[in-house]
């Protein structure tokens, strides 16, 4: 499996942006798709993550309301929609694939990671 994230960038507080994660070299419509971030200096925390077929999706209580995470399995590719960015939204942000569909946030359950990429959010 193979994950190329994009649509990172500057953006000021309040704006958004979406990302999108490419996956290749497996059936995208079988696995978990999720978003983690990472901040400097702090671990890499879970974001949102969806389901084989978009049907349901979960988020972390910080980005709940302003994130959506969203999937397209005809191009094999997820989304996260953000919105009123926030500057503690800066991290670099990483998609994730995973196999078994038991509801998880934790970074080690997840199988196939991408490079990540950067989201910063001015004041």
């Known amino acids: 499996v193979q994950l190329q994230a994009s649509g990172g960038g500057l953006v000021q507080a309040g704006g958004s942006l979406r990302l999108s994660c490419a996956f290749s070299?497996?059936?995208?419509?079988?696995?978990?798709m999720g978003w983690f971030r990472r901040a400097p200096g702090q671990e890499r925390e879970f974001v949102a993550a969806t389901n084989w077929g978009g049907s349901t999706t979960y988020a972390a209580d910080s980005v709940k309301g302003r994130f959506t995470i969203s999937r397209d399995n005809a191009k094999n590719t997820v989304y996260l929609q953000m919105n009123s960015l926030k500057p503690e939204d800066t991290a670099v942000y990483y998609c994730?694939?995973?196999?078994?569909?038991?509801?998880?946030?934790?970074?080690?359950?997840?199988?196939?990671w991408g490079q990540g990429t950067q989201v910063t959010v001015s004041s």
């Open positions: 070299g497996r059936t995208f419509s079988t696995y978990v």
């Open positions: 994730a694939a995973r196999k078994a569909v038991t509801r998880t946030t934790t970074p080690s359950s997840f199988d196939y």
